[in-house]
């Protein structure tokens, strides 16, 4: 098993996923998923479990879960409240989180000090329109956060120059129905109405690949 550690911001979506694989043929590969009290993380992280399972390999650690409440910030934003959920006619933009991968990475990268890791990876893509899964942002962050743990950390986008459709076919033989995209779970399932979903069944059309994911 290779000796590197590389530490994985895994949301369960396809992108980090798809990464957490990816990272764990040449790494062994640590998924963290923080939990900031958003309306659908209990499901999306169930399903994260289930696909971690099914991918078994030895290379990927047991989850670990940090809790990061924010609803004390995001007081009636559609992520905590479910009012005006962005549905499959709105545009990517629509989704964004405030701070998101800012606040996922300052607690995330603690642990990373704590716990001798001294990489951290995001699956963010190709023309991401969110401030904060720039480029520029995970450089900075890069640098901002080894002064503040007085420690280097990096800060890994492998999957910075591609495209969903092109990650989605990098993982097309993983269990990737395990994964969870959707912002307004139905019944534990994909509620097949969002903008997330509406992305999701996107990205498997394009590649003609086969959608095994279970919509309500």
Known sequence: ?????VAVLA???LDSAVLVAHLAERAQVQ?????FGLRWEEVEEAH???YLGALGHAAVRPLVTLREPIDDLYGAHWSVSGDGVPDASTPDEAVFLPGRNLLLLSKASVWCALNGFSAIALGVLKGNPFPDATSAFCRGAEVALGKAL????RVLTPFGEKTKQEVLALGRTLPLEWSFSCIAPDGGRHCGRCNK???RRRAFAALELRDGTLYA
């Open 48 to 50: 994260l479990r289930r």
């Open 197 to 199: 979903c509406a992305e």
């Open 1 to 5: 098993m290779p000796d590197e550690k």
């Open 150 to 153: 007085d420690r280097p950390l």
């Open 11 to 13: 949301s369960g979506g």
């Open 31 to 35: 998924p963290i998923y923080v939990r």
